[in-house]
């Protein structure tokens, strides 16, 4: 880190501390250092699987075929046991202090809460969970997907006989209303916005920055390249997640 960098860190955790409300929002940079891979960059998971494959519109009329092709997602993108990485560790560590009051989060492997961040907002779901696409009744995903792999497909609810899908956003189906509320609530009452790990270009969550600074937030920004805040962002930090965000943690506990 050069000297600036090391002083803006300074005066970003000086911004933290003093804010009345501070609010992260996290993407897939945050999660590639944990084993998991980019979906949308080159060489990412939509290079190796077709997204028409995991449309919502493909699981109502094919719900057999879309199960199986699932559980062979999920073992590319989750593989073995992947476990929280060092910018989710400070996340959660960064409210425990107090300072950070939530997490909105586009990404869904379900590590920040892992991690012990207890207000996560997952805007695009969890891939831990999967919910009746009938009733609505959630459980956890992995006995569901171990019923898939002894031939139960496609997976149906204990309560209704609905068929379970994942608790995620799937192509063509709405974000939820609730959660997306939510986001913009914190993002509208922030006076420190951490955007991490994200391009800010997927829709709504890249908007989310732009809502904060109009209500008068501190912008930070941490992601290997710019983004199309980068011009308007109080401090941009261009490097590596899983160590500027440690350092802001360091920082202010060292002024404790």
């Not at 062979?72 to 560790?89: Q, R």
């Not at 509320?181 to 829709?203: H, K, M, P, T």
Request: charged fraction near 25%; proline fraction near 5%.
């Amino acid at each position: 880190m050069t000297d600036a960098d090391v002083t803006d860190v300074e005066a970003a955790a000086r911004e933290l501390e003093s804010a009345g409300t501070a609010v992260a929002l996290t993407g897939a940079g945050v999660s590639t250092a944990s084993g998991i891979p980019d979906f949308r960059s080159e060489g990412g998971i939509w290079d190796e699987f077709d997204p028409a494959e995991f449309r919502y519109e493909r699981f109502r009329a094919d719900p057999e075929g879309f199960w199986d092709r699932r559980l062979d997602l999920h073992e590319a993108v989750y593989g073995d046991d992947v476990e929280p990485n060092a910018a989710h560790e400070a996340l959660a560590a960064l409210e425990d202090m107090g300072v950070l009051d939530a997490v909105i989060t586009q990404n869904i492997d379900g590590l920040h809460e892992a991690a012990g961040s207890e207000t996560v907002v997952e805007i695009h779901g969890n891939a831990a969970r999967v919910v009746c696409d009938s009733c609505g009744q959630r459980r956890d995903a992995d006995p569901v997907r171990a019923r898939v792999e002894n031939g139960e497909v496609p997976p149906r609810c204990s309560v209704c006989d609905g068929v379970l899908k994942p608790d995620v956003v799937l192509f063509g189906e709405e974000l939820p209303r609730t959660a997306l509320q939510r986001a913009r609530n914190f993002a509208q009452e922030a006076d420190v916005f951490i955007a991490a790990g994200s391009s800010l270009e997927v829709e709504p969550a890249a908007s989310l920055p732009g809502t904060a600074t109009r209500t008068g937030a501190t912008l930070v920004l941490a992601n290997l390249e710019g983004t199309r805040y980068s011009a308007s962002a109080d401090y941009e930090f261009r490097a590596d997640v899983t160590e500027i965000l440690p350092q802001l943690v360091e920082q202010l506990d060292g002024n404790a």
